[in-house]
């Protein structure tokens, strides 16, 4: 029964599926009854919705469908050059057709697809970074997205990093308009108007020199949106302010053409906001500078040092900037180029210092109001004409400097009023020409230097009576110090490549004369009289050196590997009023640099070197460099013997954004010289003393970022240890002093809503000090100083955006109170689409703090520092970029 | 007179053909994906996918092979200099794009079949890696839009995988990246789980098509000859290296 029942059930099934199926042939052809192939053919629902099913013509045109259905279908047939054919077919209906196509331009259309661009990607080579991925809608200028960009940390003067090392070259559409002041670059041009940052690690400028000698620097090359470039960019803003009746104002012109680049700035500020990093030149070594001599005394105003806090906060200034920037294409492969600015700055201060120095016995104690005022004018210009191709670089630059520097100073306690000129004159011409024939390379340097520094410093009232005037009050001091330096460096060197090594010889001399001379005068009823012989000199020095260096370098995928000796022979002779003293010095220095790269993403560099320095500023007499600091450095010829190691780990993965370093450094250096320390009441004397000195340092870092594309986050996190071994003679003690700094910091960038960017800062370091002298350790309190800062912007519609930052800084001391600071700033905007105008109200210093107090060590001096801040001000602001 | 016209008629058929045959393999539009091949989480192919749309075939083709290719060729042409001796400057794994596609696919809509083409060691070989009307597509009734254009879902099996397919209506071309072929409409987006994926980035329409399909001659071997060269190839290669000591593998999918 049940077998006969399923086989019923079976048979009307099959008899309904049979009912419901259709077949559908036919042929395809054109309007000359040719067979048409690869035509599309579908049979749709009769809503045109669903693929009931479908097939492409075979080489005769044929075609087959089946398909399941009770209601009427559409069948569609559509091929390139013809008219797509749509025919309605009745319920149920198996046919056999013949499609006739009629031809028609039916072109395909053109698609691009506009997909996001990626946030980073690139190759070995090149890194690019999308400007339009990593900025939110309140950046102006390209150092605000630069500054997010993974991998890329930006110093406080403007100096880009890149994997922890500064960068060599900032190019804009390939060109070097700027040399090293690109912080004019980074400052002014408009973010809008840039399509890549991309990053060229291991960057040789020189095009004759690549593949000859190694660079491990990257430089940064900005690529312009294509309606950026041949036409003047414009930006700039006006803004008004109380109280302090605050102005910030400035103009911006750029252009950058295929042969004629330029960037014109115009800025006037007394905000607190300082434009001299704009004008540094970011890659010369902190605190070095060709201007002047090392071998001229340079006297200061003593101030206390910088507080961490953001220098706009205390620095009460009136800074003007103009620059003028230009490229011009000479030729394909030449360029002028000429940079001019000039600046003036005049920067108050206030600041209560409180200095403890810790000595055996006993401790000196020093209280210093500090009211001060720096006025400097200074020009600075650089001529450019450079040719750079594959095998011949030519390049002479002449570079000027003059400036104008006044330093004012009246101390409340001690009651002194201090006064400092500093004008300074310098001239610099360096050529450069490098010729390279085949598998060798000429290189061919010559500098020429001359500056000239005279300088003043007067102190009033009289100091130091009983050292200086038998104990009867006089009406004050007088130091002036002159130098002028002439100096002389040429070299020729010669590199041969042969496979993958290059061996490179090199030969030289160097001729400096400088003549100093220094008096330290009282002045007593108008007359300015020298209170003894040991407070006066004139100095000539003469140094020169000849100089052979030999190098041997290798070069592979992989391996990258160099041995260098430099060897030089330097005779130097100082003919002072007193002594005349010469020395004959062979120096022997040699240098090791290994990089291997482990695979695409890692990369490791160990160097070794032994290196001498020689300090020529050996003066007999006292020279009063600041109103309470004598010094005398009978010392022959300073030398300093260093080794040094140091180890980096790179590693680099743009697919997944992360960027991470670690850092090894270790220098030992044997000094020929000691600094003696004397302290009588507040005046302190510094004497060098022959004596075997060793100083150790040592440095780690470890600094990482994750990039994390989908919630549009950058994470750096890092830490550094820095320890420093020193050895100083103070009260005629001996004192090992040893200065430890452990630090951390996190900074995480933020842009997961369209509509919200944060910016989150924290950085917390430990300073420990330890010193013996005497056989009595002292172990000091470390400091602990920490620094956290949150920034907020909304961005609402219709372009409106909201904005503040808070910040914490925090010092702590066991023995002493602990110093805690927050401030606040606030910022209102409203953003006009045609013209590009902002148009913003903000407000600084909302917690209206007065002050800020620090803590600080320096060997065994502990400072306690109190600078007063700007007020709570209100600015008034419109910026425009056309 | 009757060998007159008989000749005439010949020449006649001989100038239809050839002027069908210019019209019909000439390339009518090329679109570019974005082609991936990640095989247990790396990645071996990573290369801008070229497709050359002709009336009688179609070739798929790596960008960034074609880039080296271009390259190589320069450099021998700048170390010859004219002259019989070339000494070419050393090469690197740096030189040569990375995560390249080095296989080519033909499609030949008369003989239906998609051949694999690849050079293995000097030789290059091909082999039949899919006839086009064999592939039967599902498509199901998900829809969505990508990059403007109405998609449809398709999925089919090819050995153990499974291939998904967005196809669209609007460019009426039964084409797709790879061996993909069949769909009523040109594919969009695809990928199947042994780990090839591909993305429409560009399509340029010929509008007075000129140019035909340029292809290697090729030796056409069974699939079981062409793994097996490959193998033979790629084992004689573990101790390839490049100038520079750099190891060289040999690359090609393996679905």
Redesign the interface.
Do not use: F
């Given at each position: 029964m049940n077998v006969r029942l399923i086989c019923i059930l079976f048979f009307f099934s099959a008899t309904l599926v049979a009912k419901a199926q259709i077949n559908i042939k036919g042929t395809i052809v054109s309007t000359g009854n040719k067979a048409i192939a690869e035509a599309n053919v579908i049979l749709f629902s009769n809503n045109h919705q669903d693929i009931l099913a479908y097939t492409i013509t075979d080489i005769e045109g044929n075609f087959s469908l089946k398909s399941v259905t009770k209601d009427s279908t559409l069948l569609e047939v559509s091929i390139l050059g013809f008219e797509k054919q749509i025919i309605v077919l009745g319920p149920n209906i198996s046919k056999t057709f013949v499609v006739v196509m009629k031809p028609a331009i039916n072109n395909l259309p053109e698609v691009i697809i506009k997909q996001a661009p990626a946030p980073i990607r690139g190759n070995k080579d090149t890194i690019s970074y999308s400007v339009k991925a990593f900025s939110d809608s309140s950046d102006r200028r390209i150092i605000d997205v630069i500054k997010k960009l993974p991998g890329i940390s930006v110093s406080e003067t403007g100096q880009i990093l890149f994997n922890n090392r500064a960068i060599n070259k900032f190019y804009i559409e390939g060109k070097d308009l700027l040399e090293d002041q690109y912080a004019i670059a980074s400052n002014n041009l408009p973010s809008a108007d840039v399509d890549q940052v991309q990053v060229l690690p291991d960057h040789q400028p020189i095009k004759a020199l690549k593949g000859s000698i190694y660079s491990n620097r990257a430089a940064i090359n900005i690529k312009l949106r294509k309606d950026a470039k041949s036409r003047i960019i414009g930006m700039g803003s006006v803004g008004a302010g109380m109280p302090l009746n605050t102005r910030n104002d400035e103009v911006a012109l750029l252009k950058f053409d295929k042969d004629l680049q330029f960037i014109n700035t115009i800025k006037t500020n007394n905000t607190g906001k300082n434009l001299d990093p704009e004008i540094m030149e970011q890659n010369k070594p902190s605190g070095w500078s060709d201007n002047y001599s090392a071998g001229t005394p340079q006297l200061s105003v003593l101030k206390p040092d910088v507080p961490q806090i953001d220098q706009s906060r205390f620095w009460f200034n009136n800074n003007n900037l103009i620059s003028s920037n230009f490229l011009f294409g000479v030729s394909k492969n030449i360029d002028l180029k000429l940079n001019i600015a000039l600046e003036n700055d005049r920067i108050s201060s206030r600041s209560l210092v409180q200095t403890a120095i810790y000595l055996p016995a006993d401790s000196i104690n020093l209280t210093e109001h500090h009211s001060s005022i720096n006025a400097y004018s200074k020009f600075i210009s650089c001529i450019v004409l450079e040719q750079n191709t594959d095998n011949l670089y030519l390049r002479n630059s002449l570079n000027g400097y003059a400036s104008r520097e006044t330093n004012t100073d009246d101390l409340l306690a001690p009651a002194s009023d201090q006064q400092l000129l500093q004008p300074l004159f310098n001239l610099v011409n360096r050529l450069k020409a490098i010729i390279k024939t085949g598998n060798s390379t000429v290189d061919i340097n010559s500098m020429v230097n001359y500056s000239t520094q005279p300088q003043s410093l007067t102190i009033k009232p009289g100091l130091f009576a009983d050292t200086l005037n038998g104990g009867y009050s006089y009406d004050g001091l007088s130091q002036k110090v002159s130098g002028k330096t002439f100096s002389t460096e040429n070299d020729i060197s010669w590199l041969l490549r042969l496979r993958d090594f290059s061996i490179s010889t090199l030969s030289g001399f160097e001729v400096k004369n400088e003549r100093t001379s220094n008096a330290l005068f009282k002045i007593q009823n108008g007359m300015y009289l020298i209170p003894g012989a040991d407070f006066t000199d004139t100095i000539n020095r003469q140094f020169s050196r000849v100089f052979e260096n030999v190098g041997l370098a290798f070069e592979s995928d992989n391996w990258n590997g160099s041995i260098d000796l430099k060897s030089s022979y330097n005779y130097i002779e100082n003919t002072e009023k007193r002594v005349n003293r010469n020395d004959r010095l062979l120096l022997i220095e040699p240098a090791l640099t290994v990089r291997y790269t482990i695979n695409a993403y890692v990369e490791n560099t160990l160097s070794l070197s032994r290196s001498t320095s020689i300090i020529n500023n050996g003066n007999s007499s006292y020279v009063l460099v600041d109103y309470r600091d004598l010094v005398n450095d009978q010392q022959t010829i300073d030398q300093k013997k260093s080794y040094a190691a140091v180890y980096a780990l790179n590693y680099r993965n743009i697919v997944r954004g992360i960027f991470a370093n670690f850092d090894l450094l270790y220098v030992s250096t044997a000094n020929n010289f000691l600094v003696d320390y004397l302290y009588a009441g507040i005046l302190t004397t510094r004497n060098f003393v022959a004596f075997p000195n060793r100083t150790e340092s040592f440095g780690a870092s470890l600094n990482g970022s994750k990039y994390d594309d989908v919630i549009r986050t950058n994470f750096n996190i890092g830490g550094n240890y820095t320890l420093n071994r020193l050895n100083e003679l103070q009260q005629n003690n001996l004192y090992h002093i040893i200065a430890e700094v452990y630090s951390v910091h996190t900074r995480i960038t933020s842009s997961f809503s369209p509509n919200i960017s944060v910016i989150y800062n924290t950085s917390l370091s430990a300073f420990y000090n330890s010193n013996d002298a005497g056989g009595k350790k002292l172990i000091e309190s470390p400091i602990l100083s920490l620094k956290q800062n949150l920034s907020l912007k909304l961005f609402l519609q219709p372009r409106w955006s909201i904005g503040g930052n808070v910040t914490q800084y925090a010092d702590f001391q066991r023995s002493m109170s602990k110093f805690e600071s927050y401030f606040a700033d606030f910022y209102f905007q409203k953003t006009l689409a045609k013209p590009k105008i902002d148009l913003s109200v903000g407000a600084d210093n909302i917690f209206d703090a007065k002050t800020f107090k620090s803590y600080g060590y320096t060997a065994n001096i502990f400072t306690m520092s109190t600078y007063t801040l700007r007020p709570r001000s209100l600015m008034f602001k419109v910026n425009f970029q056309f | 007179m009757f060998r007159s016209f008989a000749i005439l008629i010949v020449f006649g058929l001989l100038s239809i053909m050839s002027v069908k045959a210019q019209t019909s393999d000439k390339i009518?539009?090329t679109v570019e994906y974005q082609f991936k091949y990640i095989k247990n989480g790396e990645t071996i192919i990573d290369d801008i996918g070229i497709l050359d749309i002709a009336?009688d075939k179609s070739y798929f083709h790596g960008k960034g092979a074609d880039d080296d290719k271009k390259m190589l060729n320069e450099r021998i042409a700048r170390a010859s200099n004219g002259s019989n001796h070339i000494t070419l400057a050393?090469l690197?794994?740096?030189d040569f794009a990375?995560n390249a596609c080095e296989f080519k696919i033909i499609k030949d809509?008369?003989k239906r079949m998609a051949v694999m083409v690849q050079y293995i060691g000097r030789q290059n070989l091909g082999f039949v890696k899919d006839t086009l009307?064999s592939r039967k597509w599902v498509?199901g009734?998900e829809t969505k839009k990508i990059?403007g254009f109405f998609c449809?879902k398709a999925t089919t099996r090819k050995d153990t995988s499974t291939i998904t397919a967005w196809f669209t209506?609007e460019?009426?071309?039964?084409e797709g990246p790879y061996y993909y072929y069949?769909?009523?409409?040109l594919i969009v987006q695809v990928r199947s789980t042994a780990g090839i994926s591909a993305?429409?980035?560009?399509?340029?329409?010929v509008?007075k098509p000129r140019e035909k399909i340029k292809t290697e001659p090729f030796a056409l071997v069974t699939a079981t000859q062409w793994y097996k060269a490959a193998a033979n190839e790629a084992a004689a290669f573990k101790t390839g290296q490049f100038s520079?000591?750099?190891e060289a593998k040999l690359k090609s999918e393996s679905q």
């Open positions: - | 009518v539009a009336g050393p690197s794994s740096k990375q809509y008369a009307s498509i009734k990059d449809r209506t460019i009426p071309l039964p069949g769909l009523p409409g993305e429409l980035l560009r399509m340029r329409p509008n520079n000591g750099d």
